[in-house]
T-cell receptor
């Protein structure tokens, strides 16, 4: 079946602009995660949802970052007033269950470049 | 100190070699442990979970030492297709769902 999809795949934006990154998880997956990955590093946890409820947002760097998953499926990560340091690969992952440790399936990512 | 530490490598090995990667983690309360594999410019994918008693999946063997907070991955009979970055992953504080990734160890297998 279809895997996790993300859009856009590439986004170039000017400093100060807002951006919205979209994640479409595997159908039926309860949990959805957002990560940020810098070159040469592993993914860094940002936030996650079970259904529509945001369970943990401790990894969001500051209040310019927010995420929502209003209907428990598609999620949007929004970065307001982008800065150059926000440039990175943003990855979304989903897993089939809300509790316990289950395999997380990653999407292809959105490469964000802030100029 | 990083929560998950790995030797970045690269490990350059010939086909058929046995190679081992190590990882240490700082949170003694972590309960879930994994190795993920990431190919160049691709997304990470689960390679295997790591269980307390150690576990094997074909050519891959994972070990966990809770006392030393140490995880290892052994790859036997390396293939060219094993060339990738191997990410050590543990769950962080706040539950099973929050995963903490190491920076990865790069493996290059050559003919």
């Amino acid at each position: 079946g279809a895997g996790v999809s993300q859009s856009p795949r590439y986004k170039v934006t000017k400093r100060g602009q807002d951006v919205a990154l979209r994640c479409d998880p595997i159908s039926g997956h309860v949990s959805l995660y957002w990560y940020r990955q810098a070159l040469g590093q592993g993914p860094e946890f940002l936030t996650y949802f079970n259904y529509e409820a945001q369970q943990d947002k401790s990894g969001l760097p500051n209040d310019r970052f927010s995420a929502e998953r209003p209907e428990g499926s598609i999620s949007t990560l929004t970065i307001q007033r982008t800065e150059q340091r926000d440039s990175a690969m943003y990855r979304c992952a989903s897993s089939p269950r809300g509790q316990g440790a289950y395999e997380q399936y990653f999407g292809p990512g959105t490469r964000l470049t802030v100029t | 100190r990083k929560e998950v530490e790995q030797d970045p490598g690269p490990f350059n090995v010939p086909e058929g070699a046995t190679v081992a990667f190590n990882c240490t983690y700082s949170n003694s309360a972590s309960q879930s442990f994994f190795w993920y594999r990431q190919d160049c410019r691709k997304e990470p994918k689960l390679l295997m979970s790591v269980y307390s008693s150690g576990n094997e999946d074909g050519r891959f063997t994972a070990q966990l030492n809770r006392a030393s907070q140490y995880i290892s991955l052994l790859i036997r009979d390396s293939k060219l297709s094993d060339s990738a970055t191997y990410l050590c992953v543990v769950n962080g504080t706040g539950g099973y769902n929050k995963l903490i990734f190491g920076a990865g160890t790069r493996l290059a297998v050559h003919p």
